[in-house]
């Protein structure tokens, strides 16, 4: 069984900066990829940025150049580093990883940009 944490999310003012973490536990033997969704109220979830395990990254256009996404493979763990926060990021952030030719979900964590 695999198993994702969560964490680093809360609020923060508008332009302030926050880092989400996600690590992976239990009995993996391959990570294909690891990503970062989020879900707005009232919205679809869609895809934030994502990393393989070669290292290409993708990112949402409306997130490029604020947002990173970084890997510590050793410690199967996915980052966020959320930059420039804006209102519009506002929403209950998820970590989806690709391991063991299956797909896991994160529990979600809230993120908060107030004005």
């Known amino acids: 069984q695999v198993q994702l944490v969560e964490s680093g999310g809360g609020s923060v003012q508008r332009g302030g900066s926050l880092r989400l973490s996600c690590a992976v536990s239990?009995?993996?033997?391959?990570?294909?990829?690891m990503s970062w969704y989020r879900q707005a109220p009232g919205k679809q979830r869609e895809l934030v940025a994502s990393t393989t395990s070669i290292g290409s990254t993708t990112y949402a256009n409306s997130v490029k150049d604020r947002f990173t996404i970084s890997r510590d493979s050793p410690k199967n763990t996915v980052y966020l580093q959320m930059n420039d926060l804006k209102s519009e990021d506002t929403a209950v952030y998820y970590c989806?990883?690709?391991?063991?030719?299956?797909?896991?979900w994160g529990q979600g964590t809230q993120v908060t940009v107030s004005s």
């Open positions: 989806k990883v690709g391991a063991n030719y299956r797909e896991y």
């Open positions: 239990g009995n993996i033997f391959s990570i294909n990829y």
